[in-house]
């Protein structure tokens, strides 16, 4: 039973690893969601040189009672439509970094990534930037997880 004085212990106490190759695996695949607020889409707008009304009507779609970033289909799957690959070296990166949403901001430290070993390991198989690079401490872990949009 959990209490006031419980410490909090997770799989994950000694950090993780994590560093992005740039491969924009998490940005396309399977039709999804990227969701963005109301400030995200000012701040994007802003970025992008639109009117936050157009960058709305251009940019967003309504999804299950919220507001969502569009995406496009390519060959590598239903792309967000921020992302932008340079199909020379392969990679490919957001083009509104700066500003991108909390949701793109805390991957891979998404609750459902975190719940087990076993969910950060399956999460690895969309993104090899898992488990390669510098340790990110428990803290810093933490703080994105629950930062992340429910
Ligand atoms: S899938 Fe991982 S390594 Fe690839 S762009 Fe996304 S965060 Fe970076």
């Not at 909390?102 to 076993?118: A, G, K, V, Y």
């Amino acid at each position: 039973m959990g209490g006031p004085n419980q410490i909090e212990t997770e799989w994950y106490q000694d950090g993780l690893r994590f560093e992005c190759t740039m491969c924009g695996r998490c940005c396309t695949g399977p039709p999804g969601y990227v969701w963005v607020t109301d400030d995200e889409i000012s701040a994007l707008a802003t970025l992008v040189g639109m009117a936050r009304h157009a960058f709305a009507d251009t940019y967003t779609r309504p999804l299950a009672g919220r507001t969502s970033l569009t995406e496009v289909e390519t060959r590598h799957g239903f792309d967000c439509v921020f992302l932008k690959r340079d199909e020379a070296t392969g990679t490919a990166t957001c083009s509104v970094y700066e500003a991108r949403p909390q949701q793109c901001r805390t991957w891979p430290f998404w609750p459902e990534n975190l719940t087990s070993e076993r969910a950060w390991k399956q999460a690895g198989r969309v993104c090899p930037g898992l488990g390669s690079g510098p340790v990110v401490p428990i803290e810093q872990i933490r703080i994105q997880r629950e930062k992340t949009p429910k």
